[in-house]
T-cell receptor, first 114, second 109 residues
Framework: DGGITQSPKYLFRKEGQNVTLSCEQN?????MYWYRQDPGQGLRLIYY???????QKGDIAEGYSVSREKKESFPLTVTSAQKNPTAFYLC?????????????FGDGTRLSIL | DAKTTQPTSMDCAEGRAANLPCNHS???????VYWYRQIHSQGPQYIIH???NNETNEMASLIITEDRKSSTLILPHATLRDTAVYYC??????????FGKGTSLLVTP
């Protein structure tokens, strides 16, 4: 089945530690996205990538980093500079020409601080 | 992208039509209206989108007013599985979607 796989489902981070969240898609989509969701809130865009080896900051990029070395993969690193990383992280992808193509989402990763 | 305004919550009886309103009075001519929903603890699911014409698919209908300043998502026969948060989003690019707080729809037996 085609889709987006996020791993792990739950992740715990110690203070001062970097962690990387995985996002893989087999939909052959060009664009990929990372969102953060806090309890009772909507989604906020962290980074997005329209094509391999290119990505743009979203509204809340500080304390996060991404890479896009392969079309199917868009990992997100939560660095120690992100002081409040506890949240639900969602990855999405869409076909080229995003204005007319829906975004498909994974099932998310819940990150907590130990 | 234009801002949207949605009611915080709504109720609907199972089997009845659920009509979810959205105001987007500052929408520009090249901006689309998108609807997504999010069932608790899952990733959002795309429902439908449109520019100015009304749209219908297997999930829902989207009615956009002639002046495009508001729209309504219609779930024709709501079921308990339609209980979710529904997001109305306006965007020209489709890339940087602004998911606000949405409308929490509760479908009751």
């Amino acid at each position: 089945d085609g889709g987006i796989t996020q791993s792990p489902k739950y992740l715990f981070r110690k203070e001062g530690q970097n962690v990387t969240l995985s996002c893989e898609q087999n939909l052959n989509h060009d664009a990929m996205y990372w969102y953060r969701q806090d309890p009772g809130q909507g989604l906020r865009l962290i980074y997005y990538s329209q094509i391999v080896n290119d990505f743009q900051k979203g509204d809340i990029a500080e304390g996060y980093s991404v890479s896009r070395e392969k079309k199917e993969s868009f990992p997100l690193t939560v660095t120690s500079a992100q002081k409040n990383p506890t949240a639900f992280y969602l990855c999405a992808s869409s076909e080229e020409g995003a204005w007319n193509q829906p975004q498909h989402f994974g099932d998310g990763t819940r990150l907590s601080i130990l | 992208d234009a801002k949207t305004t949605q009611p915080t919550s709504m109720d609907c009886a199972e089997g009845r039509a659920a009509n979810l309103p959205c105001n987007h009075s500052t929408i520009s001519g090249n901006e689309y209206v998108y609807w997504y929903r999010q069932i608790h603890s899952q990733g959002p699911q795309y429902i439908i989108h449109g520019l100015k014409n009304n749209e219908t698919n297997e999930m829902a209908s989207l009615i956009i007013t002639e002046d495009r300043k508001s729209s309504t998502l219609i779930l024709p026969h709501a079921t308990l599985r339609d209980t979710a948060v529904y997001y109305c989003i306006v965007s020209a690019s489709g890339y940087a979607l602004n998911f606000g707080k949405g409308t929490s729809l509760l479908v009751t037996p």
